[in-house]
T-cell receptor
Framework: NAGVTQTPKFRVLKTGQSMTLLCAQD?????MYWYRQDPGMGLRLIHY???????AKGEVPDGYNVSRLKKQNFLLGLESAAPSQTSVYFC?????????????FGPGTRLLVL | RKEVEQDPGPFNVPEGATVAFNCTYS??????FFWYRQDCRKEPKLLMS???SGNEDGRFTAQLNRASQYISLLIRDSKLSDSATYLC???????????FGIGTKLQVIP
């Protein structure tokens, strides 16, 4: 099992460009999440999904869109990148139900917006 | 006040030492608690969940103090491989209500 994978690993964008980050998991998890991690701040939730075809906003959703067309994939889109979106993006997945469920993270995508 | 607060460190300790980290949380209704480990430029990975009665996993002991609203992580006999950032994670409600602390950096020195 590959677990949670993310594509690409690293990307440089110019302000105003768009891109899509892909997250894939092979653990048949219902829940998937997108976080960003910035220096001096904890991971912050951007969007999440509790199942195929459903998405919801997290703590910092502005400037991002997501889609979950297939259970195993969760896409994060930046329509018009801004320097403030320079960050490390982590995708995670989990099984619902148990109160002490574990989130499994992908290796991250490092994004630099110039 | 931040929802989850941690001392960012770094904590520099010699091999074999015992080190403890605390993490405070502000929401008294918080339901579940975790410690994650994050190596440099890597993804976070679950180290251990924190049970109400406290729990131990080898050299690692986690405790919860609901009255004072903090959780702790104790590492005994520190190894070089323990060098990492330790993230405190608190869930307060639905699955989207998970809050990560900024992490405490530990550096174990030979």
């Amino acid at each position: 099992n590959a677990g949670v994978t993310q594509t690409p690993k690293f990307r440089v964008l110019k302000t105003g460009q768009s891109m899509t980050l892909l997250c894939a998991q092979d653990m048949n998890h219902e829940y998937m999440y997108w976080y960003r991690q910035d220096p001096g701040m904890g991971l912050r939730l951007i969007h999440y999904s509790v199942g195929e075809g459903t998405t919801a906003k997290g703590e910092v959703p502005d400037g991002y869109n997501v889609s979950r067309l297939k259970k195993q994939n969760f896409l994060l889109g930046l329509e018009s990148a801004a320097p403030s979106q320079t960050s490390v993006y982590f995708c995670a997945s989990s099984l619902p139900g148990a109160l002490l469920e574990t989130q499994y993270f992908g290796p991250g995508t490092r994004l630099l917006v110039l | 006040r931040k929802e989850v607060e941690q001392d960012p460190g770094p904590f520099n300790v010699p091999e074999g030492a015992t080190v403890a980290f605390n993490c405070t949380y502000s929401n008294s209704a918080s339901q579940s608690f975790f410690w994650y480990r994050q190596d440099c430029r890597k993804e976070p990975k679950l180290l251990m969940s924190v049970y109400s009665s406290g729990n131990e996993d080898g050299r690692f002991t986690a405790q919860l103090n609901r009255a004072s609203q903090y959780i702790s992580l104790l590492i005994r006999d520190s190894k070089l491989s323990d060098s990492a950032t330790y993230l405190c994670v608190v869930r307060s409600g639905g699955y989207q209500k998970v809050t990560f602390g900024i992490g405490t950096k530990l550096q174990v020195i030979p």
